[in-house]
């Protein structure tokens, strides 16, 4: 049970001497309890107090960092099982395997996907280099080093690893490779290498019995491969090490990122792709699959951005004028708020529609149509002032459709955007497809 | 008195005779026919109608026996004469009605023995199961309201047709036995099942088929199990809102067969004088035809749907927004110039006509174009579900249904409306009226519930707003206050739940009682019992508050309950006046929050609209981001503005003593509401002056200095933890 | 020592749904786990996957899809053609023609496809509507008279609609209902309350929480799944143990992902495959989230959707 804001705040000085960088020693303790801040950056707690609190508000589970620069990623930290109890903190990353055979072919296509969806890049941020018992696996390495990418080697050949790391340590890879059989040997190297260490085994009780004994050998800078010779195991795997790490009496040894490797559980990449769904609802740090296409990143990345997001803050989309089927200055507009299931859900009937319209996105605070409305973001006031800032000079047509649900605003509307002709829409968006036929129809747009 | 007593009794023993007679009458003749129908058939002739399932529907339901031959039916008949009982009390003679029903059942399948057609154009007779399916849905839906069975001849065959007319408008389903049918077809008057209006013999027997079809959709739609007698009739009573219209004569026979009706739940409306007596809610006298409808409905409790809202504009939440400018109005009545009122007031049943719409003083059209008049409106409604506390909950809703119309505009409330209406709308014929036919359609349709009549009296004569404005609009308005200021926490029984912010916060759950408003400042104690009566399965549930654990805290077993239910389990328990000690969790939507500050030993509130920082050294949303999400974070709660000058804020651990710092507007805001409280309270004046705002503090140490100058009672406190 | 974690299994189960009858007849829900968490305790019924077909026919689906059916000449064949997918477990009809707001198709002719189909296939039949909630009350009532004995899903009663469907589908034909909601406990519970208020015993209902694709407010689907079902076991409610089922594939073909051409864009490459991964994507995290049942369209979907089902039982 973490502790609340209070108890923390029994433990400090309470000087509010400012030297952690919050104000107040209340806000010090709130951000500490809300694991936003390390309980460390007090430079005047006891040490009574420290030992007594670092446990306490020790995070279940670890975040381990990887990477470098652009490709360096945080893992782990995760507080919850569900998305609705608090937000997911560390996204699954996905890695596309690659190996001595077909790296070249891999590596020439892997920047093709690289986009934006609302505000977040979405590309290939990982590559699993699979160690194939060739002699040269360094040479295999040096292929994916320097590219932007975080590197995973997948290599439990002692010798091999290590000198693969000798030619990408400095990127900060994951060493994934410790087993039942070599793990004292690989810690030394990842130790030596300051890399992190992955740790592979047959089934969930050898995974739990070398890390375990990893962690005797004072290494803590780990994730475990959850992948074992069924889908079926690895998903038990990956949930068992997962609920268990956030327990209510946490197990620390379960308390790492994890790995899955659906490459190695198909070869069909669209159970691959269905694979990678699953694990990144269901506890998978890292997933590692045959490719990254189109095909892969659209429904995955969609996927990865909604679930991790803060359960009480709603998604946003940028303000601004989206033209849709093809409208220019002449279009009619429609507006309505910058909540993004609202903005998709409105954007969807438009373009099925087919009338040229430009929807206009004003700052709503992220909030629904009616909760904004009543929280006043979403008022003849914000909107009529978004119209004649960004719109009036973009767009010639003087006619803007506005929601049903808040019919209310039009005379308010009327009132603050002289000019303009303001047209009710119906409440639900599902009407709208026939809404705006009927219009066009009858010439009123 | 006593006399009446006796008089009464011997009304009722009359009846109770009758009904035995005519038991009597229709048992004898029904043994009779059974008897020459096995002596023309022999015992083992199939008896039964077609296209049912369920043989002799009435006596399968009753009694679980599948009656298939006429041997049966001989069987089936010595079980009636058990229900025949002759105690001289009225359970017998209704328990006679249903025998007197059977056997009417029994007559009318021997009429169908050997695939005869018994009954022919415009009569009906037996229904089919299918029938009966495609009946049952909008009876469930509540699309066919009601079943109302015409009985007799009506006084004239133009009343009879003009009563069948009444119901068919309200989609209420007919069914027709004897000389009513007779006058339809005297009329011209069109009948069929597509027009529900179902003639179905005229033999008073053939009223059995109507029963059938309400028996079967006890088996169909109810899971009655046949032969579950109790179930049978609590189906019929509960959900079958059927009832009897008996034209005079009542013969002893109908009248058995009204006894059944009334065992079924069916109320029975006649307008026979002679040699009858009445039973209230069952046997119920009413002389005027005209009358009959209305009548039937109360006493079944059938309460028709206004869809349509009969105004000569457009009515759409489209026009909500609209604003109608000076040089567009016809007329305007202003309450901040003369005296206008709106007001809803809760009246017994029998006071209201429903529908009926009165203007009393001129019409729109005698006054002068652009103008200014009173105008005072008065809705008047009753409901067994009516509560006075919900005259002001419907009284709010004014605002948005005047405004929904097209060419009219309204502002305010109470006694200082506003009120527009264009020269458009006036012209295409609006008039002051139809303000009370938006008014009646809308609460007839959204607070069906708990309006059952209603009526509006629309006032423009300016010595009777005058008057009623001050004599009962005010008065109304006061009382309403005092009883909103009396409403405390220990004078209710019960709280409520509020979950309506669950989507954005899933284990949130807002603990409603008078004194603490939910913490979105939205949603009263009225407001969350109203929804709770409109909608007993919606976000407002009530929560019982007997099992106290600790009065100081607010802490109650039932409370816990229900938010562990609610929450779905992720809070375990709450307290209502306590920061400290399980504060309430919050969704996010809270107005306000509270934060302990440790070194004044008090706590600071920070309102949403604040930007700055708090002498916590937290913004407002750093705050929220703690606060919200519907976990508990003990020293700090959000709430709503409202609470602040409550004699429960943080009860527990002092009240509003503890208060030390508000930014500036809040303050002020709050400032007149809290200043009482804490002369109530404490006896401390103008204690807001004792409290911090960003102008004076925005640190700690700042606003320490400025409490010890002040000597803030909450500095001399027991500490907080 | 062996890692040692508790097991995930509750004292409480989902309730089972049969639909349709005989050999092919489908049971939904029975679990005492978490979504697939058959390695917590068996999982009873494997979740189950369904075909849609729209009356709309397959004119403006993906090429995979047309050429799927290619060559069937009646609703009957086209029936039969989507029974024979493997993996599939039963067959969604579904009328958007009918919407008022729309073409408008007469009952009639919904009533056609619905006899045509039913006489072709004995797959446990599910039958959808528009969305426009009237004209549904009336496909639905008389689809559940035409299908009387088949046990068929009616999919869905929704606030607007829920007495007259339910009263006619389960308690005058028999049939078996679907209680649709938007995505959020509070009103899908109480759309069951009031639904069971009619008189449906709760074990005659399935429940339609509603979804969205992946990318699509998707993460407002998994949190109402994941609470439906913590709700439904960890807390034993029982106005909340109805099995599930979802119509993935209506939503996630709607989307740009699925239907942009490659010729609009040509760095997504095919239709097929992007609209494949949506599906097979959406279908396995609705699935995760605990849906019982999920409606694809595709036969690559289908396929792959009930191998990996397959493969974590």
Known sequence: MALKGLDIFKLTPKTNCKECGSPTCMAFSMKVAQGAVDISKCPHMSSDAMAALSEATAPPMKTIKVGTGDAEYSLGGETVLYRHEKTFVSKTRYAVRVNAADVDAKMAVIDNVDYDRISERMHVEMVYVDYTGEADYAETVKKVAGKGKTIILGCTDVAAAKAALDVCAAEKPILNGATAANYAEMVEVAKAAGVVLGVCAANIDELYDTTKAIEGLGYKELVLDCTEGTIKDTFATAVKVRRAALAKNPDRTCGYPSIVNVAALTADTTEQCGLASLFTMKYGSIVVMDQMTYAEALPLFGLRQNVFTDPQKPMKVETGIYPINGADENSVCVTTVDFALTYFLVSGELERSGVPVNLVISDAGGLSVLTSWAAGKFSGNTISKFFQENVEDKVKSRKVIIPGKVAVLKGDIEAKLPGWEVIIAPNEAAQLVKFLKDMQENGEI | ?721 | MPFNGKSGKFNAAIRTVEIGTGDKAVKLGGECVAPLYSFDAPIENAPKVGVLITDHGFENESEGIKAYYEGCSNWGEIAQRAAAMEGADFLVLKFDKADPNGENAPVEDCLAIINEVAAATDMPLVIAGCKNAEKDAEIFNKAAEALQGKNVLIFSAKEENYKGVAASAVLAYGQKVGAESSVDINLAKQLNVVISQVGVDMGNIVMNVGTATAGYGFEYVVSTLDRVKAAALGQDDAQLQMPIMTNVGDETWAVKESTASEADIPAWGPVDARGVNMEVATAMAVLASGSNAVILKHPTSVATVSKLIKELM
């Open chain 2, 1 to 721: 008195m006593l006399i009446t007593m006796s008089l009464e009794r011997g009304l009722k023993a009359m009846l109770i005779n009758r009904i035995f007679n005519g038991n009597d009458a229709v048992y004898g003749l029904t043994v009779g026919a059974i008897d020459a129908a096995i002596a023309e058939h022999g015992a083992d002739k199939a008896v039964g109608f077609p296209d049912t399932a369920y043989c002799l529907p009435c006596y399968y339901a009753v009694t679980g026996v599948k009656v298939k031959t006429l041997g049966d039916l001989k069987e089936a008949v010595g079980v009636v004469k058990t229900l025949m009982t002759r105690n001289h009390e009225l359970d017998d003679a209704l328990m006679s009605g249903v025998a007197t029903a059977l056997c009417a059942e029994f007559i009318e399948a021997l009429k169908y023995i050997d695939g005869a057609a018994p009954y022919a154009e415009p009569c009906y007779g037996h229904l089919s199961d299918a029938i009966i399916r495609t009946l049952g849905v909008p009876l469930v839906t509540g699309d066919i309201p009601g079943v109302a069975v015409i009985l007799g001849s009506a006084p004239t065959a133009q009343e009879g047709v003009d009563l069948i007319k009444s119901y068919q408008a309200q989609g209420i389903l007919v069914a027709l036995v004897g000389g009513i049918i007779d006058q339809c077809e005297e009329l011209g008057y069109k009948t069929g099942a597509g027009l529900r209006v179902v003639p179905l013999g005229k033999d008073v027997t053939s009223v059995i088929h109507i029963v059938s079809v309400a028996i079967r959709a006890a088996l169909i739609f109810g899971n009655v199990t046949p032969g579950d007698a109790g179930a049978l009739l609590a189906y019929t009573a509960q959900r079958v809102p059927a009832f009897v219209n008996a034209f005079k004569p009542i013969d002893d026979v109908i009248l058995a067969a009204g006894a059944g009706a009334i065992k079924l739940g069916f109320p029975v409306i006649s307008n026979e004088t002679e040699n009858i007596a009445e039973v209230p809610g069952a046997l119920i006298q009413q002389l005027d035809t005209a009358a009959m409808n209305a009548t039937s409905l109360e006493a079944r409790g059938i309460k028709i749907k206004v869809t349509n809202i009969d105004i000569p504009v457009a009515f759409a939440s489209a026009f909500e927004g609209e604003i109608i400018r000076r040089g567009d109005m016809q007329v305007e009545f202003d309450g901040s110039r003369v005296d206008c009122f709106e007001l809803v007031q809760s009246k017994e049943l029998s006071e209201i006509e429903d529908h009926k719409i009165e203007v009393i003083g001129p019409e729109i059209d005698e006054f002068e174009v652009g103008s200014k008049h009173s105008i005072g409106y008065v809705v008047e409604v009753a409901g067994k579900n009516m509560q006075a506390d919900f005259e002001s909950v419907i009284e709010r809703k004014f605002h948005s249904y005047i405004n929904c119309i097209e060419g009219v505009m309204h502002t305010g409330q109470r006694d200082m409306i506003r009120v527009r209406i264009s020269k458009d709308a006036y012209a295409a014929g609006f008039r002051a009226k139809h303000i009370g036919e938006v008014l009646y359609a809308k609460i007839k349709n959204e607070y069906d519930a708990i309006v059952d009549k209603c009526q509006v009296k629309i006032y423009t004569n300016p010595e009777d707003c005058t008057k009623l404005r001050h004599e009962l609009a005010v008065e109304t308005f006061n009382k309403r206050d005092e009883r909103l200021n009396s409403l405390t926490d220990e004078a209710v029984d019960v709280y409520y739940s509020c979950i309506l912010c669950q989507a954005f916060s899933p284990s949130h759950v807002c603990v409603v009682t008078p004194e603490r408003l939910g913490l979105c400042g939205a949603v009263s104690w009225l407001d969350a019992k109203a929804t709770n009566e409109l909608d007993p399965n919606g976000p407002c549930q009530v929560i019982t508050k007997e099992r106290v654990i600790d009065e100081r805290t607010g802490a109650y077993e039932d409370v816990n309950e229900a938010v562990k239910k609610f929450s779905q389990g992720a809070v375990e328990q709450v307290t209502l006046y306590s920061i400290m000690e399980d504060p309430m969790t919050s969704c996010g939507c809270f107005e306000c929050i509270c934060g302990i500050e440790p070194f004044s030993n008090g706590v600071i509130i920070a309102n949403r609209e604040y930007a700055g920082v708090t002498p916590l050294g937290m913004t407002f949303p750093e705050l929220a981001s703690m606060t919200g999400g519907g976990v508990q974070t003990p020293g700090f709660m959000g709430h709503g503005k409202h609470f602040i000058a409550s004699k429960k804020f943080m009860k527990a651990e002092g009240g509003i003593e503890r208060i030390v710092w508000m930014p500036k507007e809040l303050k002020e805001t709050v400032a007149d509401r809290l200043n009482k409280t804490a002369f109530e309270l404490y006896g401390i004046e103008n204690f807001t002056d004792m409290i911090g705002d960003e102008t004076i503090a925005e640190d700690p140490e700042t606003l320490l200095a400025f409490l010890t100058e002040k000597g803030h009672p909450a500095l001399g406190m027991d500490p907080m933890m």
